[in-house]
């Protein structure tokens, strides 16, 4: 994969204002290729529609750039890495201790220095790629080499240091990014709200007192607020879509396989999938671009050039969506999450988009609708997520877990009629691949199956969960989270794009799903919504206000 580089790379060889190069040197560049990648290009396409920047009358605005923006004005060596750095940790200085979306942030020297050296590489004419120079905080859930992986767990926080980079960290270091920290999870990564014992609570970059969502909270929270260009996330239940709609951002959890993910199992463990976060459709492809393209270790990997990701063409006329809300009523939601994103609904239709309303889930042969969604669900969640927990316990950490992993581990190990059995999995694949075909039957007519990203609004951080909706328990920690179970079940793209606001100012978002591997037709729309609505542009956190 070869990522096309930012004005002045490959034709312009002249620097921009307030940029330099050394005696008789060019701004060429050296391409990105990805390692594994069929069919990898070594010369740059100028396929991007990068934008034009200038220096900033005050650094402290650097953070407030685009990341495509901050990539051409790094390459084009408009700001130094060192001014981008030093920017970024004053604003992270300033904003996170209001949320703590950041976590293990690492000592300024060092980071300092690392930026020195990319300026070095620059002005030796060596340009990484399109992320050269940015600062980048991964989620806690993957592996940067020399940062310990705490998981959020308390027994791990003092853990070794990483060894090896998670391959899509492998991609975002080739890519240029330093890193400079992770960003917060749930412990193991569980539930919609962001909270352990090692690092504490992240809150709502729109309101403190509010849950940020999960489990990538700290992501979303950390992209909203400007401390960090983009962001990746991982998502089983929802952890890409609803903290993205908590906090006015972009999400994508991508089609299986987009973004490849060696080690363990690679064949059926298809519930938690890499995919990134950004305020708006340019980044958020940039990044998913780079996190993406086949790798051998993962055979379910795909091999498609994932260069076209970027291609913004954003024409939705005649397209058609199927507005599902909440299931005709057997998803219980607060009327503020029902107000907001069918008021949004009225949004597609400017787009020149057909806008239906389908009262009931769809049906197929082996799936019949809602009575089979929650246990469908559950019997794939406690298979998978309980044997993660299983890991843990097994190493004797059982009493240090929290009640939410030992709801998943006792779903596997004894559940409500005994043990999960192969029978049981197998039962339930069945299902599943009959909400599949149902889907895949409702995408003969429909382009998009659009559903709010949560059934509630950002809750008091101080709330574990919600108890009951409108009146309604929840049976489990994740069972308000129950509208994100379709995308994830079908493993197709779902997209999460901002609705708008409540009276009271907090966000809200809604999740798109398109067919199968068509993750580019989401990113389009996404280039579109932000077009017409200007929910991100125009609605900054008040933390950032200016």
């Avoid at 040197?25 to 529609?49: C, H, K, Y």
């Avoid at 240091?161 to 998670?166: I, L, Y």
């Avoid at 190990?413 to 049981?424: F, K, Q, R």
Wanted: proline fraction near 8%.
């Amino acid at each position: 994969m070869t990522l096309a580089p930012p004005p002045g790379d490959a034709h312009d060889t002249t620097p921009a204002s307030g940029s330099s190069l050394p005696a008789g040197g060019t701004a060429s560049a050296t391409a990105m290729t990805t390692a594994s990648t069929p069919s990898a290009r070594t010369t740059p396409r100028p396929d991007v529609r990068w934008p034009q920047v200038k220096r900033p009358s005050s650094l402290s605005r650097i953070p407030f750039w685009d990341a495509a923006e901050l990539s051409v004005a790094i390459r084009r060596r408009v700001v130094s890495c060192v001014e981008v750095m030093t920017s970024f940790l004053d604003h992270i200085e300033r904003v996170n201790p209001a949320v703590n979306a950041i976590v293990g942030l690492r000592p300024r020297t060092e980071l300092l220095r690392e930026a020195a050296e990319k300026d070095r590489l620059l002005a030796r004419g060596s340009y990484q790629g399109w992320m050269h120079g940015f600062p980048h905080a991964v989620k806690d859930l993957a592996d940067v080499q020399g940062t310990p992986t705490t998981y959020g767990l308390i027994p791990l926080a003092h853990a070794a240091p990483a060894t090896t980079d998670t391959l899509f960290v492998q991609r975002i270091r080739a890519a240029g990014a330093i890193f400079i920290g992770k960003t917060n999870t749930p412990e193991l990564g569980l539930g919609s709200h962001t909270y352990n014992n090692v690092f504490g609570t992240t809150t709502n970059a729109y309101d403190p007192t509010k849950a940020a969502g999960g489990s990538s909270g700290g992501a979303a929270v950390a992209v909203a607020l400007r401390m960090v260009p983009v962001a990746d996330g991982s998502d089983f239940m929802g952890s890409l879509r609803n903290p993205p709609g908590w906090n006015n951002v972009l999400g994508l959890r991508p089609s299986y396989g987009r973004v490849p993910a060696p080690g363990g199992d690679v064949f059926i463990a298809q519930g938690s999938i890499d995919g990134p976060i950004a305020r708006n459709a340019l980044d958020l492809a940039l990044l998913l671009r780079t996190m993406s393209g086949y790798d051998d270790r993962a055979p379910l990997s795909l091999t498609e050039n994932p260069e076209a990701l970027t291609d913004l063409a954003s024409d939705q006329h005649g397209r058609r969506v199927a507005w599902l809300g909440d299931l005709d009523g057997y998803l219980p939601m607060e009327k503020d999450v029902l107000d907001v994103t069918t008021t949004a609904l009225e949004h597609f239709t400017r787009l020149g988009m057909h806008v239906s309303t389908i009262q009931s889930l769809p049906t197929a042969d082996t799936f019949s609708g809602v009575k089979d969604l929650w246990p469908t669900w559950l019997t794939h969640r406690h298979w998978q997520a309980g044997m993660s927990v299983k890991t843990a316990i097994d190493a004797g950490l059982r009493d240090l877990l929290k009640p939410e992993a030992h709801y998943e581990h006792d779903g596997l190990v004894t559940g409500a009629n005994g043990p999960l059995s192969g029978i049981d999995v197998y039962d339930a694949s069945v299902k599943r691949s009959g909400l599949y075909r149902a889907f895949r039957d409702l995408f003969q007519t429909y382009d998009y199956a659009v559903l709010p990203t949560a059934q509630v609004m950002p809750f008091d951080a101080r709330t574990h969960w919600p108890a009951s909706i409108n009146g309604k328990e929840m049976s489990s920690y994740h069972r308000w989270m129950e509208v994100a179970t379709i995308g994830t079940l079908l493993g197709a793209p779902t997209l999460a794009i901002p609705a708008g606001f409540n009276a009271a100012g907090l966000p809200i978002g809604l999740q798109v799903i398109s067919r199968n591997h068509d993750d580019r037709s989401l990113i389009s729309l996404a280039h579109a919504w932000e077009q017409q609505t200007k929910f991100i542009r125009d609605h900054p956190p008040k933390l950032i206000s200016r």
